[in-house]
């Protein structure tokens, strides 16, 4: 799928100046011909191919009315992972998953060029150079993001990409990592999940996003289609949008390669951890364990890291603390324990009610306090780090000249000011929590 439409400010203003909003070229002209050539059937009346600054765009070539199909795209002219050329077929291992599957089938057909009955949409397709993806970023832009979460997640996605083409023979001679990781970053950027499996739509991933559109990629098994149904009118020439789902700036950036300023979706990740020095590690430990409290794997700072935790913008600051984590809390919760007695008495509530852990405020105020204050203090520390993070990209002076540096900069920016404004929001009903206990 291509880049945003709905893209930093301070971007828009400089392509403005330097690219034409809207170019139409003989190759984009070509497409939907080819496309529904091959299909058997027509993909769209109303759509038609343009090249934007943000890449490979469809817009309205008639006046679109709200609820009209605006496009549908046959399964037969999906890319998936059971499209193998039959020679290498037996070789591949599936167990690496789809995304990569898939990935590999791209690079089979890269590999035959113009020959590839797939030319035509391969060929569309962005190059490395004009993705941004984080996998994608050099070290120092890394350091740009490194008190989000997403930095941890790039370094484990970039290893898991590694992993994976291990476990492909080299069907294609000598496989460069940076492709295969090219090859990856197409599909999880630009495939749906349907009921083949990871699946490449031509046509339909020339959509851009925009997170408030009600328009979805729908898929109708019966029919073998997927479709998109307009959400709202157009007028002729004007870029047509969807939505490819709830995400945040997080998952747009690491899966996607772009963010969207003020992402209503934004959301953060916390890792808690029990202390390896607390007199009761190894009672709360056996606690958390035996209520299935989400682990993740050891690393630097987490003796037994838990989570991820999944705060979103708390919205109302004297509320009940939506967005906030009930498991969060009840984490907090076992780790305020200062006796046996206390975590006795936490599964005992637990077994004696829904058998969840934790999940009502201890009797004991200030220990309940204790509690939130711990949580607090933990957020305090993200909502410094992110503000200092933020204060640097700022002072900061990047010449228009370096393209690459400037997207990136502002996709950094719209990350982390995403992630301190939910960050903020948890801080302040933490606070109000705790004061109106004490």
């Known amino acids: 799928m291509p880049c945003s439409f709905v893209f930093q400010r301070e971007l828009l203003c400089y392509l403005f100046v330097t690219f034409q909003a809207r170019q139409i070229n003989n190759e984009c002209c070509e497409f939907l011909p080819w496309l529904q050539q091959k299909a058997g059937t027509e993909v769209s009346s109303v759509l038609s191919v343009?090249?934007?600054?943000?890449?490979?765009?469809?817009?309205?070539?008639?006046?679109?009315?709200?609820?009209?199909?605006?496009?549908?795209?046959?399964?037969?002219?999906?890319?998936?992972?059971?499209?193998?050329?039959?020679?290498?077929s037996p070789f591949i291992d599936y167990g690496v998953g789809s995304v990569s599957c898939v990935a590999v089938v791209l690079m089979a057909e890269q590999k035959l060029g113009m020959e590839s009955r797939w030319a035509a949409y391969i060929t569309s397709l962005p190059q490395m150079d004009e993705m941004?993806?984080?996998?994608?970023?050099?070290?120092?832009?890394?350091?740009?993001?490194?008190?989000?979460?997403?930095?941890?997640?790039?370094?484990?996605?970039?290893?898991?990409?590694?992993?994976?083409?291990?476990?492909?023979?080299?069907?294609?001679?000598?496989?460069?990592?940076?492709?295969?990781?090219?090859?990856?970053?197409?599909?999880?950027?630009?495939?749906?999940?349907?009921?083949?499996?990871?699946?490449?739509i031509p046509f339909a991933d020339f959509l851009n996003h925009d997170g408030?559109?009600?328009?979805?990629?729908?898929?109708?098994?019966?029919?073998?289609?997927?479709?998109?149904?307009?959400?709202?009118?157009?007028?002729?020439?004007?870029?047509?949008?969807?939505?490819?789902?709830?995400?945040?700036?997080?998952?747009?950036?690491?899966?996607?390669?772009?963010?969207?300023?003020n992402n209503i979706y934004d959301q953060v990740q916390l890792w808690m951890d029990v202390p390896s020095h607390d007199p009761l590690y190894a009672a709360k430990i056996e606690l958390l364990n035996k209520h299935r409290f989400p682990r993740g794997t050891k690393s630097d700072g987490f003796n037994d890291a838990r989570g991820p935790f999944i705060i979103k913008e708390v919205k109302s600051a004297e509320g009940k603390g939506k967005g906030i984590p009930q498991a969060l809390r009840a984490f907090a919760r076992v780790l305020s324990a200062t006796s046996v007695k206390d975590l006795e008495e936490m599964a005992l509530e637990a077994a004696e009610n829904d058998g969840r852990l934790a999940r009502r405020p201890l009797k004991n105020r200030e220990r309940e306090v204790h509690a939130h204050r711990t949580l607090l203090f933990r957020v305090e520390r993200m909502v410094r780090d992110?503000?200092?993070?933020?204060?640097?990209?700022?002072?900061?002076?990047?010449?228009?000249?370096?393209?690459?540096?400037?997207?990136?900069?502002?996709?950094?920016?719209?990350?982390?000011?995403?992630?301190?404004?939910?960050?903020?929001?948890?801080?302040?009903?933490?606070?109000?929590?705790?004061?109106?206990?004490?």
Request: glycine share 4%.
């Open 386 to 438: 992110h503000d200092a993070a933020i204060k640097v990209l700022q002072s900061s002076v990047v010449s228009v000249d370096d393209t690459t540096l400037f997207v990136r900069r502002g996709m950094a920016r719209d990350l982390l000011n995403g992630e301190l404004h939910v960050l903020r929001s948890a801080h302040t009903w933490l606070a109000n929590y705790c004061a109106a206990l004490c």
């Open 50 to 88: 343009g090249n934007s600054a943000f890449g490979r765009s469809l817009y309205a070539s008639t006046a679109i009315h709200a609820g009209d199909c605006m496009l549908k795209v046959p399964y037969s002219v999906h890319l998936t992972s059971d499209k193998f050329p039959l020679e290498i």
């Open 132 to 200: 941004h993806n984080t996998i994608f970023w050099s070290e120092d832009d890394l350091q740009m993001i490194s008190q989000s979460p997403v930095y941890k997640e790039t370094i484990e996605h970039k290893a898991n990409i590694e992993k994976a083409l291990e476990c492909f023979p080299q069907i294609f001679g000598d496989i460069r990592l940076e492709n295969f990781m090219h090859a990856c970053a197409l599909v999880s950027s630009r495939a749906w999940k349907t009921s083949k499996g990871v699946s490449l």
């Open 212 to 261: 408030t559109s009600d328009s979805l990629l729908l898929s109708d098994d019966y029919k073998e289609i997927s479709e998109v149904l307009a959400d709202r009118d157009y007028d002729v020439g004007e870029p047509v949008m969807i939505r490819y789902g709830k995400f945040s700036n997080a998952t747009l950036l690491l899966d996607f390669g772009f963010t969207v300023p």
